[in-house]
């Protein structure tokens, strides 16, 4: 059986603040870009629709930043904190459960709010 390389490194530049829409893995965790685990490496705060599914793709990966539960039902909860963050200059990534944010999901109202504010959003 042949052996698998090892994960490139993660980039150590710093992200520009903003907030950043993460695509995640369908299906499969080895999927994700070499980006989206950059940036999830950097954020300041990581808003998961399901936090055990995050958790898994963030552990995989070796991964461990703050992260909040952002649905439809704690979004009202956990945006406040998110957009107080990100006006202070800070760097939020939204990650969904597989795919991309804002397809279909709760992430549009934040993202929404953000761009309403003047805050960077980035697709990731």
């Known amino acids: 059986m042949s052996r698998r390389p090892p994960p490139p490194p993660l980039s150590d530049a710093p992200l520009a603040p903003g907030l950043y829409l993460v695509a995640t893995p369908i299906g499969n965790l080895r999927d994700v870009t070499l980006r989206a685990l950059d940036i999830l490496a950097g954020a300041d705060l990581i808003l998961a629709e399901d936090t055990r599914v995050t958790g898994k793709l963030l552990a995989a990966y070796g991964i461990s930043r703050p992260m909040a539960r952002y649905d439809d ?4 909860r956990t945006a406040p904190r998110a957009l107080a963050l990100l006006e202070q200059g800070g760097r939020v990534a939204l990650a969904s459960d597989a795919g991309t944010p804002l397809v279909s999901d709760p992430g549009f109202p934040l993202a929404r709010e953000a ?10």
């Open 73 to 76: 039902h704690a979004g009202g």
């Open 115 to 124: 761009i309403a504010r003047g805050i960077p959003v980035f697709a990731a």
